[in-house]
């Protein structure tokens, strides 16, 4: 089988290689195709109900010619009523066209003609006119009112009617800045109570500013050198302006010394009232500004009217400036470092000594002949008999330490990229002689000053000088003085003297503070009551803010803002009643009225938190005039 197999694929081969014509063997069926004749209907008859009802076909075709006619009837009526505008109310049929010049000075008056048009078919029915302004804008006719919104009734607008208004008002702002106005109609339309919206906005530019702010600097500062600022306002409009602040941001690494006139809030605003016509004032700046080489510091000025909400901000800005220093490298790179620290204001306490290093360096290519170190001292707290200059010499005279070349012989030739330092202490005046001398806000300020002559070949010598600025803010000393007392005060004690077990006995706690130069702030007093005291709610004066935590059994009285009183006297004084019941194992006993207690308040001047612990108080009441030693311990 598998050898006929063979010769039969071997035959296939032969003809499918061999060349010429390749005839196919086609091998044809002996039999004709037979025919099927198949029906083309159906068999029987068929169900009759089919031809009858809503879906015969017949009816369809009605019901869908009678919609297609209503549609046709409903696109022709909407096209109508779209095409002729009957009964329709459209915000584009609204016109406001607002007539006004596109720049204003600023504090001129501002008029604005303003033409409603009512292009619908219908009425426009409660009709409301709304001008909003930009912050800072005033009534024409009453400058002290601000005007922020002007609304109007205009009643019904019929259709095809035209409506002309005038508004007025006076516009303030920075020159080249544009303030929008906007201007909004609100109507009703027949037979709605709902409201519609028209609106359109106005900018007009403010050609120039009622105040003009101009500020002189210099355009290069060493580092470390003393720097003025001299800010001038003019007011450049026949309107008053009221209640005007002038706010002066300063750069990184400046520090402040002095202003004239002095500024009302922290050191760099100031309040200069109304200026009208075309009054000018002056403000002068002085202080200290310190930076890397080639850095830019920016000064910028504003003045504007203040806010009613704070009065230390601006609300509406009038004008303003800034100008860009650029810092130069110090011939002599110095550093002045005051208890460790070598930059901003410290704090010291009454009757501190303050340890100061100076240290430079040499940055010219050149010697530096015949140098001096000066320290100048001002300010109102500086003890003079408590100044140390090591090696340097004090000048009581003019406050000042002096270092040359007879104190320290190195000052004589300073060679380039040398550096050198001295140091010194001083002290501040103690609590008493501040008290004494009635000084307010203690500080000390210090200027220091190295200067020598520069050696450059073939030129005759020049003087270098670097200054630095550093300063001293002094602590107002906060004292709590506690005592208690059964023989006077307030009120009537009562209870045996000794204190005698499970029998009560009342004392009363009095509680002075003293605020020596600073005015506090968050000023309170705490204590705890131990669990055989009582509080009895009995407090002199009746309307001292002094409450009793139960749960905690803590007594708290709340002061708040505390005035100085260089003097020493007590500023506040409250009084309070307890009392005591001791238990029979406190026989033989000491035993505390008060906890210890814990006074604190924040300097306002100097921005630290003061704080003061006191020991209990204990039934050795020996602050009562009348104090005997045999009060002091529990009997039976």
């Known amino acids: 089988m598998a050898d006929r197999d063979k010769s039969l694929v071997e035959i296939l081969k032969q003809r499918l290689y061999k060349r010429g014509t390749f005839k196919a063997d086609i091998s044809r069926s002996p039999f004709s195709p037979g025919r099927e004749n198949a029906q083309t209907d159906w068999q029987g008859k068929l ?58 000075k600023g504090g001129n008056e501002l008029s604005l003609n303003l033409i409603i048009d009512n292009n619908n078919s219908t009425a426009l029915e409660s009709v409301d006119l709304i001008v909003t302004f930009p912050a800072g804008t005033r009534e024409a006719e009453h400058l002290d009112k601000e005007l922020s919104r002007y609304r109007k009734d205009l009643g019904t607008i019929a ?32 037979g709605s109570n709902a409201i519609f919206e028209k609106r359109k906005v106005y900018n007009v530019l403010i050609s120039a500013a009622p105040l003009d702010v101009r500020l002189v600097i210099p355009e290069e500062v060493s580092a470390g050198d003393e720097i003025e600022l001299g800010i001038d306002i003019s007011a450049d409009n026949v309107t008053p302006l009221e209640n005007v602040l002038v706010e002066m941001q300063y750069p990184i690494g400046l520090q402040f010394k002095s202003a004239v006139p002095t500024p009302l809030f922290g050191n760099n605003i100031w309040k200069l009232g109304t200026l009208s016509g ?87 290519p050149d010697k530096i002949l015949n140098a001096q170190v000066l320290v100048h001292f001002t300010g109102n707290a500086l003890n003079q008999a408590n100044i140390l ?16 070349e007879q104190h320290e012989p190195r000052l004589a030739v300073i060679e380039p990229g040398e550096t050198f330092h001295v140091n010194f202490d001083f002290s501040v005046l103690s609590t008493s002689v501040l008290g004494v001398s009635l000084i307010k806000n203690p500080n000390i300020d210090l200027e220091v000053t190295i200067e020598g002559t520069r050696v450059v070949e073939g030129s005759p010598g020049e003087t270098v000088r670097t200054a630095l600025g550093r300063s001293v803010k002094i602590n107002s000393d906060l004292q709590l ?34 605020n020596t130069t600073n005015d506090l702030e968050n000023v309170s007093v705490k204590s705890i009551l131990p669990s055989h005291d009582t509080f009895l709610n009995i407090i002199s004066p009746p309307g001292a803010n002094l409450r009793y935590d139960a749960t905690r059994g803590e007594v708290v009285w709340t002061i708040g803002r505390l005035p100085a009183a260089p003097t020493g006297a007590p500023v506040a004084e409250v009084a309070f009643q307890v009392n005591v019941t001791p238990s029979v194992a406190q026989v033989g006993q000491t035993i505390p009225i008060l906890s210890e207690i814990l006074v604190s308040g924040r300097d306002l001047f100097t921005g630290e938190t003061l704080s003061d612990r006191l020991p209990l108080i204990d039934t050795r009441i020996s602050t009562d005039p009348n104090f005997q030693e045999s009060w002091s311990k529990v009997s039976l």
Not at 48 to 62: E, M, R, Y
Not at 163 to 181: D, H, M, P, S
């Open 159 to 190: 259709k095809g009617e035209s409506i002309n208004e005038t508004v007025k008002a006076v516009l303030f702002g920075e020159t080249g800045k544009e303030q929008e106005i906007a201007v909004i109609l609100e109507y009703r339309t027949p």
């Open 481 to 514: 003085v506690s005592r208690a007392i059964y023989s006077t005060g307030p009120f009537v004690n009562s209870g045996p003297l000794p204190p005698r077990a499970n029998v009560s006995t009342t004392y009363t706690v009095l509680w002075s503070l003293v």
């Open 389 to 404: 200059p090591i090696k340097g010499a004090y000048r009581s005279t003019d406050d000042t330490i002096v270092w040359k």
């Open 47 to 104: 169900n009759q109900s089919t031809d009858k009802g809503i879906l015969n076909p017949s009816v369809l075709k009605k019901i869908f010619l009678i919609a297609l006619f209503f549609f046709g009837l409903a696109v022709l009526a909407s096209g109508y009523i779209i095409w002729s505008g009957s009964n329709v109310v459209s915000a584009d049929n609204v016109g406001i066209t607002i007539k006004g010049p596109s720049a204003i």
């Open 278 to 364: 075309n009054a000018t004032r002056h403000i002068k700046v002085v202080g200290v500004l310190s930076g890397e080489d080639n850095e830019k510091k920016l000064f910028r000025v504003t003045a504007g009217t203040a806010s009613s909400k704070k009065e230390s901000q601006i609300a509406v800005p009038y004008g303003s400036t800034f100008v860009t220093v650029a810092m130069r490298r110090s011939f002599i790179d110095m550093t002045v470092t005051l208890n460790g620290e070598a930059t901003g204001v410290i704090v010291a306490d009454p009757g501190e000594t303050i340890r100061s290093d100076i240290s430079w360096t040499n940055n010219l």
